[in-house]
């Protein structure tokens, strides 16, 4: 009933940037909370951001003052600005949504995830 899709990642060397954002579509009625997981290789999924819908946003130790998130509510994306990305934020990044669809039920939803590699 959510369909994510998500883009952006890729290749970058230390130091570098890169911008990944997630279109949720289907029978959405609201989308509350909308995050970024990343799983690296051979660890657990970790949270990474979590922004609500009235924009309150929390961060890993591990990103906070590199990463940013964002959120359009009219185009039902959300966004993670990664600055200054190190070989350890080599990892897939998955996008999360919980929403409300059509028949007043939560759906939570995951996206396909997206690979960024760290390295020079």
């Known amino acids: 009933q959510v369909q994510l899709v998500e883009s952006g990642g890729g290749l970058v060397q230390p130091g570098g940037s890169l911008r990944l954002s997630c279109a949720a579509s289907?029978?959405?009625?609201?989308?509350?909370?909308m995050a970024w997981y990343r799983q690296a290789p051979g660890k657990q999924r970790e949270v990474v951001t979590i922004?609500?819908?009235?924009?309150?946003?929390t961060y890993a130790d591990s990103v906070k003052g590199r990463f940013t998130v964002s959120r359009d509510n009219d185009k039902n994306t959300v966004y993670l600005q990664m600055n200054n990305l190190k070989p350890e934020d080599t990892a897939v990044y998955y996008c999360?949504?919980?929403?409300?669809?059509?028949?007043?039920?939560?759906?939570?939803?995951w996206g396909q995830g997206t690979l960024v590699t760290v390295s020079s």
């Open positions: 922004i609500t819908n009235e924009g309150s946003q």
């Open positions: 289907g029978m959405i009625l609201h989308i509350n909370k």
């Open positions: 999360n949504v919980a929403a409300v669809v059509v028949g007043l039920k939560t759906f939570n939803a």
